[in-house]
């Protein structure tokens, strides 16, 4: 019997040392990694809007180079646009109006193929 090779999703690639884990452990692994796909977003639209608006800088830029990014308030902007301000993001960054709908496709389709994975190893039992 041939063994079947499934094509490699771009998480895969991500990973350093291939782990080895039997059925049930996958199915537990793609049930936490779905709750954790579904929490995040929740967690992050039930923060305030200011959340990240006070607080020192992160941005290595900022911090070595005293200089601003491209990506300096993209996450204010972001926050601030899931709030529908609108005047707000754009003050932060105006990139947040391309960054923000591609981070949710990217979200929903990571969503989406974790789901199915879910499925097909439910079946697979």
């Given at each position: 019997?041939?063994?079947?090779?499934?094509?490699?999703?771009?998480?895969?690639?991500?990973?350093?040392?291939?782990?080895?884990?039997?059925?049930?452990?996958?199915?537990?692994?793609?049930?936490?990694?779905?709750?954790?796909?579904?929490?995040?977003?929740?967690?992050?639209?039930?923060?305030?809007?200011?959340?990240?608006?006070?607080?020192?800088?992160?941005c290595?830029?900022?911090?070595?180079?005293?200089?601003?990014?491209?990506?300096?308030?993209?996450?204010?902007?972001?926050?601030?646009?899931?709030?529908?301000n609108?005047?707000?993001?754009?003050?932060?960054?105006?990139?947040?109006?391309?960054?923000?709908?591609?981070?949710?496709?990217?979200?929903?389709?990571?969503?989406?193929?974790?789901?199915?994975?879910?499925?097909?190893?439910?079946?697979?039992?």
């Amino acid at each position: 019997m041939g063994l079947m090779r499934r094509p490699y999703k771009w998480a895969d690639k991500l990973v350093l040392i291939p782990i080895h884990l039997n059925h049930r452990q996958k199915i537990i692994r793609s049930a936490i990694t779905l709750l954790f796909i579904i929490l995040v977003p929740i967690v992050i639209l039930l923060l305030p809007e200011n959340y990240f608006d006070t607080g020192e800088s992160v941005c290595l830029s900022k911090l070595i180079f005293k200089q601003e990014c491209y990506a300096c308030g993209l996450t204010k902007a972001c926050k601030h646009l899931l709030s529908l301000n609108f005047e707000k993001a754009f003050e932060y960054n105006l990139l947040s109006f391309v960054a923000l709908p591609l981070v949710a496709f990217l979200w929903m389709s990571w969503f989406l193929q974790e789901r199915k994975n879910i499925k097909a190893l439910i079946k697979a039992q």
